[in-house]
């Protein structure tokens, strides 16, 4: 059995033939990486916005972290990329949202598409 090498992060993921390594690897979900389907990015949903504030406190209260929307895991591990989209308007309300809601506030936040 050959020895796959799993690339150190943190990645770029400036495009998404960078999330593709995500999958390629099989990258495990742990306290710097979450993978999220489009579905739980709906900010109109009061459950679905706790559960990301809960999560972006969490990773701000450590060293950080990614939050991946359209990749799917089992096990948590990375296993597919989903297409989605989310639009200008839907990232600058969760922009402020996070901006307004994590405390103390965090300026590092940011949200790429």
């Known amino acids: 059995m050959?020895?796959?090498l799993v690339p150190?992060?943190?990645l770029t993921?400036?495009?998404e033939i960078d999330i593709n390594k995500l999958i390629e690897y099989k990258v495990k979900e742990d306290i710097h990486i979450a993978f999220r389907n489009f579905g739980e990015l709906?900010?109109?949903n009061n459950k679905k916005l706790?559960?990301?504030l809960m999560l972006v406190?969490?990773?701000?209260n450590t060293a950080g972290g990614m939050i991946f929307y359209g990749v799917d895991s089992q096990r948590n591990r990375a296993?597919?990329?989903k297409s989605g989209s989310i639009s200008v308007g839907e990232i600058e309300k969760l922009q402020?949202?996070?901006k307004t809601e994590i405390q103390p506030s965090r300026e590092a936040i940011e949200i790429y598409t």
């Open 2 to 4: 050959q020895k796959r």
């Open 8 to 10: 150190k992060l943190p």
């Open 13 to 15: 993921f400036n495009n």
């Open 42 to 44: 709906d900010i109109t």
């Open 50 to 52: 706790q559960s990301l």
């Open 57 to 60: 406190s969490a990773m701000c």
């Open 79 to 81: 296993t597919s990329l």
């Open 96 to 98: 402020y949202i996070l």
